[in-house]
């Protein structure tokens, strides 16, 4: 398996010298699903956070923790607080986590200035306040008050140039303290950034969702690094509309079909593969008649739902010899069991070639792997689906580039 090399030059947690009894403010990513209840259906972004807060404060760190929840618009929200985080990360960690229902405010500075080496305290959701989202210079003040350090390691929100990922690390620069990413947050740069940076060929890039428009920047950088785009999901009928082919009652992007003619010239002499078939319906919903096409017209009447049985042949061949394989975005409805087979297909093929670096990047592709019982069996899952997303655009993503350079 290829070994990649981190592009980014910044200061990690491990080049942190001495945190014993240093206030380290942790940026994580605790966007986690809540059902009903305020029960946590789904920890793995939690269970990602746990070597970066284990290592310091088994290094004697004072770590607080802060993140946001969902989208309470600024306003607090009972059914959006953190508190159950902190008793599953508790859980995780075999230690205490202590909770403020607060993120900044007297509460909080009494909590911090109690706190001792090795304690960890988790605050509550930022986006109870506008300001986290606004970058506002006093809050993001409040934030940093009394912190010696910073470490983010919230990769999911480092697309975002909001208070707690690029206020609290300049202002805390400014004082002459270091800001440095985190374990997870060196893990998807490395995977991530290293594949685009440096790649082993051949390099595979397997494209799906449902829009051409979401992906425009995505297909285009692509393009320039890897030797061949496999194109899945409903924006590969407005490619299909754009060469002429019919697309029956399909999802498509009719003010993108110039747009996507254009991609398809960009990708001559390049290896830019459309579906040669689809799996049709006629609806998009489970029950539904279906059947395959005979070659990439969708017949009147009917929708596309999923890639083809040629289709999903052709995709394997090209995962199996690939080194390198970054995938964003299912090939067709795979929350419905009889739409699934392609994108599964595709998870399965991406999974048995071992020779690869493989690389999930995040949203939908990171579910449907898990779905199809491949997610234990890929090199890499990607915890941010719009960073990701961005990354892979080319994008300097600015909740890193704010940290301190090495």
């Given amino acids: 398996m290829a070994t990649l090399a981190a592009p980014v030059a910044k200061l990690s947690i491990n080049d942190l010298k001495d945190v014993r009894g240093k206030r380290v403010l942790v940026r994580v990513d605790y966007n986690v699903p809540l059902d009903e209840a305020?029960?946590?259906?789904?920890?793995?972004?939690?269970?990602?956070?746990?070597?970066?807060?284990?290592?310091?404060?088994?290094?004697?760190?004072?770590?607080?923790?802060?993140?946001?929840?969902?989208?309470?618009?600024g306003k607090r929200d009972p059914k959006q607080s953190l508190r159950p985080v902190a008793q599953r990360l508790a859980e995780l960690l075999a230690r205490p986590v202590a909770f403020v229902d607060d993120c900044?405010?007297?509460?909080?500075?009494?909590?911090?200035?109690?706190?001792?080496?090795?304690?960890?305290?988790?605050?509550?959701?930022?986006?109870?306040?506008?300001?986290?989202?606004k970058n506002d210079r006093a809050f993001a003040e409040k934030l940093a008050n009394d912190m010696d350090l910073y470490v983010n390691d919230a990769f999911g929100s480092a697309h975002r140039a909001h208070a707690s990922t690029a206020g609290v690390p300049e202002i805390l620069k400014k004082r002459g303290g270091q800001c440095a990413a985190g374990f997870l947050m060196e893990k998807e740069l490395t995977y991530l950034g290293g594949a685009l940076a440096n790649p082993a060929r051949p390099f595979v890039a397997i494209l799906g969702g449902a829009k051409v428009s979401d992906k425009i920047n995505v297909i285009e950088?692509?393009?320039k690094i890897a030797d061949a785009v496999l194109i899945g999901g409903a924006m590969a009928y407005t490619f299909e509309k754009a060469q002429g082919f019919g697309i029956?009652?399909?999802?498509?992007?009719?003010?993108?079909?110039?747009?996507?003619?254009?991609?398809?010239?960009?990708?001559?002499?390049?290896?830019?593969?459309?579906?040669?078939?689809?799996?049709?319906?006629?609806?998009?919903?489970?029950?539904?008649?279906?059947?395959?096409?005979?070659?990439?017209?969708?017949?009147?009447?009917?929708?596309?739902?999923?890639?083809?049985?040629?289709?999903?042949?052709?995709y394997q061949r090209e995962i199996a010899g690939a080194k390198t394989i970054i995938w964003n975005g299912p090939m067709g409805i795979f929350e419905i069991p009889e739409f699934s087979n392609g994108t599964f297909s595709v998870a399965k093929a991406v999974a048995e070639n071992k020779g690869a670096t493989?690389?999930?990047?995040?949203?939908?592709?990171?579910?449907?792997?898990?779905?199809?019982?491949?997610?234990?069996?890929?090199?890499?899952?990607?915890?941010?689906?719009?960073?990701?997303?961005?990354?892979?655009?080319?994008?300097?993503?600015?909740?890193?580039?704010?940290l301190s350079d090495k």
């Fill in 221 to 223: 950088n692509l393009l």
């Fill in 38 to 73: 305020g029960a946590i259906t789904d920890d793995k972004r939690i269970q990602a956070t746990v070597p970066t807060i284990e290592y310091l404060w088994q290094n004697g760190a004072c770590v607080v923790l802060c993140s946001h929840l969902g989208r309470p618009k």
């Fill in 358 to 402: 493989s690389i999930i990047g995040g949203g939908d592709s990171a579910k449907a792997v898990k779905k199809a019982g491949y997610d234990k069996q890929v090199t890499f899952v990607s915890t941010g689906g719009g960073a990701s997303l961005e990354l892979l655009e080319g994008k300097e993503l600015p909740g890193v580039a704010v």
């Fill in 248 to 314: 029956g009652k399909s999802l498509v992007e009719n003010d993108k079909l110039d747009l996507a003619k254009k991609l398809i010239a960009k990708a001559k002499g390049k290896k830019f593969l459309l579906p040669l078939d689809h799996m049709q319906a006629t609806e998009p919903k489970a029950g539904a008649i279906t059947r395959i096409t005979d070659g990439p017209s969708i017949e009147d009447g009917w929708c596309g739902v999923d890639i083809g049985t040629e289709t999903i042949a052709r």
């Fill in 104 to 133: 900044i405010g007297d509460k909080v500075e009494n909590t911090k200035a109690i706190l001792k080496p090795g304690d960890i305290l988790l605050l509550e959701n930022l986006r109870f306040y506008a300001e986290e989202e």
